[in-house]
């Protein structure tokens, strides 16, 4: 079991301790879970409710809910707590003792030819093809297929069952009949990626789908060939996204999205949940909506007056009839 201090935990991470350093931990838990000996945290307003009532040893809260925090008990005050809440996540993990698996597991496939940094965990049943590259403290979790040329950088994290280099949905249509296009290119992984399980990232056709730095994809994500996906952006599961399409950095897409081929989306773009995006979209902002997609206070507008149409037809129809009262 973990013993941690609260004064060891300010030491690691920093933070505004109010109360003793020398409480104890031996848990990280929800505000409405924890015990006496865990560490909660409060981020998201609408657990606000749960806060008085927390029986957790300590709580960590942003700075804007100081005070109400104070009231309550000890408290770590931060500049934002959920990010704070992730470092504290890490550094738990870490107490949690060395990983005595095999660097790679006895199951996996690893071709000859493949290049695998010895830092890497390769887990149960992966296939790494020929010429595969996997960068330096990178892990592949069970069932993982990283195909032939495809690169993962330095740090990143692939789930169970992703696939990296699956073929490109790529045919010619000739007298009715689909010709395959053969699929020449790679995909690229940059550093410090996270991929969910069962994710697909396609090669490319003739140049290589790419995903740079600090990319977070969830579960069943759809990258299709030839996409460019720019740094730190992330997608909820679902999600996905036809080929040829450039994603800028700093973008979210909510889980379910929909992007069409061969746009562009520019840098600070975010995508409401099942949202269908049929059009390059070149200024920074959220944007929602199916009906086509718009910005989203315009989307909501327009989503209130469709709410409407029905009685607007029939007081249209009442004033044609000269019926309007």
């Known amino acids: 079991m973990i013993r ?25 838990a929800t505000l409405a879970s924890a015990s006496s000996s865990d560490l909660a945290f409060l981020s998201h307003i609408q657990y606000r409710s749960q806060l008085q009532t927390s029986r957790a040893a300590c709580v960590v809260v942003s700075e804007h809910m100081k005070d109400e925090a104070l009231q309550r008990g000890s408290t770590v005050v931060v500049a934002d707590a959920y ?43 992966c296939v790494v093809e020929a010429h595969a590259v996997i960068g330096k403290g990178s892990r592949l979790k069970s069932r993982v297929t990283v195909s032939q040329s495809c690169t993962v950088g330095e740090d990143c994290i692939v789930h169970s069952g992703a696939v990296i280099g699956a073929d490109g949905f790529g045919f010619a249509l000739e007298h009715g009949t689909w010709l395959k296009i053969e699929q020449l290119g790679a995909v690229r992984i940059g550093n410090q990626v996270e991929i969910g399980a069962n994710t697909c990232i396609d090669r490319g056709a003739l140049g290589d789908t790419v995903v740079e730095d600090g990319v977070k994809l969830d579960n069943l994500v759809q990258i299709g060939h030839n996409v460019h996906v720019g740094a730190h952006t992330a997608m909820a599961g679902c999600v996905g996204i036809a080929g040829s399409t450039r994603i800028g950095a700093h973008c979210t897409l909510g889980g379910g999205a929909i992007v069409l081929g061969h746009l562009q989306l520019t840098d600070h773009v975010h995508i409401s949940a099942a949202s269908v995006v049929t059009r390059s979209l070149l200024q920074p902002g959220t944007y929602s909506g199916v009906f086509p997609i718009d910005t989203n206070a315009a989307w909501h507008k327009n989503a209130a007056t469709l709410r409407q149409l029905h009685s607007l037809r029939d007081r249209i129809k009442h004033l044609e009839s000269g019926n309007l009262k």
């Open 83 to 125: 990010a704070y809440w992730a470092r504290v996540t890490q550094y738990w993990g870490s107490l949690l003792g060395p990983n005595d698996e095999p660097k790679i597991h006895p199951s996996a496939f690893v071709h000859p030819l493949a290049k695998i940094d010895p830092t890497a965990r390769i887990g149960p049943m």
């Open 4 to 28: 941690l201090t609260l004064g060891q935990l300010i030491d690691q991470l920093g933070g505004d301790l109010h109360g003793s350093p020398d409480i104890e931990i031996t848990g990280l």
